[in-house]
């Protein structure tokens, strides 16, 4: 009995050895091929100090300026430190003689891509306030450098969410930037780089679709929908905002300009 024991034993040794020789020593796996080509959603690393991200409480439509984070080479890891980017060298620059040197020959736009990590929340700032955001990603996936327009800190985005209709309603819209030159610029975004805008997460009764929008001078970026929750007092404006006053003159001539195109649900027909 004890020598059938011991055969058994050499024999499950033995197995065990050839196995590990010729995992370790002979067989060669075959490479992994990772494309970088193409951008996929990386992790994102953040030192949170064991804080709670919640959700943005809110009740009305809001101008709210959504901060650019910082900007990466296609990687799957990135780490975020919760304040807005700062660029090194020339990667944001304000062109010499502003209105005619910013022609689209010059500083080609069109090429960048809108990426969501919705299912990753990180703190981001939000009209002073560091709570949940989502990342957004600015990505340039073209052989040649893109240039992105805005501020060092931030760049023209809005938010729109489907209304009970099924109608894409805003319900943020961002004037930091429009209708003022006054520290704007270009972000360079070489091939293979993308930037990171941090995205408010708000907190609501009301389940629908939510997507982003991105103004890039005469482009309009648009993101993919994705899930979420606000509140439904965030299509409409608060009683005395200035810009509802001043839609009142001549709304159809202003929306394009303030809502990229989409029009607030207190002025739907």
Same mark, same amino acid.
């Given at each position: 009995?004890?020598?059938a024991q011991y055969y058994y034993w050499a024999i499950v040794l033995a197995f065990g050895f050839g196995l590990y020789t010729y995992k370790y020593h002979f067989y060669t796996p075959s490479p992994i091929e990772v494309d970088d080509r193409y951008f996929k959603v990386p992790r994102i690393g953040q030192n949170l100090m064991r804080q709670s991200l919640q959700p943005y409480d809110q009740n009305h439509l809001w101008s709210g300026n959504n901060h650019v984070m910082g900007k990466f080479p296609f990687t799957d890891y990135i780490y975020i430190d919760g304040e807005p980017a700062i660029f090194p060298g020339d990667d944001f620059f304000t062109p010499p003689s502003f209105w005619w040197d910013t022609r689209e020959e010059f500083y080609p736009l069109d090429g960048l891509q809108l990426k969501i990590g919705y299912d990753t929340y990180i703190k981001g700032l939000y009209n002073g306030q560091g709570k949940a955001h989502i990342p957004v990603f600015?990505? =340039?996936e073209t052989s040649s450098t893109k240039y992105l327009y805005g501020r060092r800190e !931030?760049?023209?985005t809005m938010i729109e969410a489907k209304d009970r209709d099924g109608i894409w309603r805003p319900i943020e !819209?961002?004037?930091g930037i429009i209708g003022c030159l006054n520290g704007v610029g270009f972000i360079k975004i070489h091939p293979k780089e993308f930037c990171v805008v941090a995205v408010p997460v708000f907190r609501g009764?009301?389940?629908t679709q939510i997507?982003?929008?991105?103004? =890039?001078?005469h482009s309009i970026l648009i993101s993919e929908a994705f899930p979420g929750q606000i509140n439904e007092a965030q299509f409409?404006?608060?009683?005395g905002n200035w810009l509802k006053d001043s839609l009142q003159e001549d709304p159809w001539c202003k929306f394009p300009y303030w809502f990229l195109g989409s029009v607030p649900l207190e002025f739907a027909r």
């Open positions: 009995m004890k020598k600015i990505v =340039n !931030y760049v023209s !819209y961002a004037s009764d009301f389940k997507r982003v929008k991105l103004k =890039n001078r409409k404006f608060k009683a």
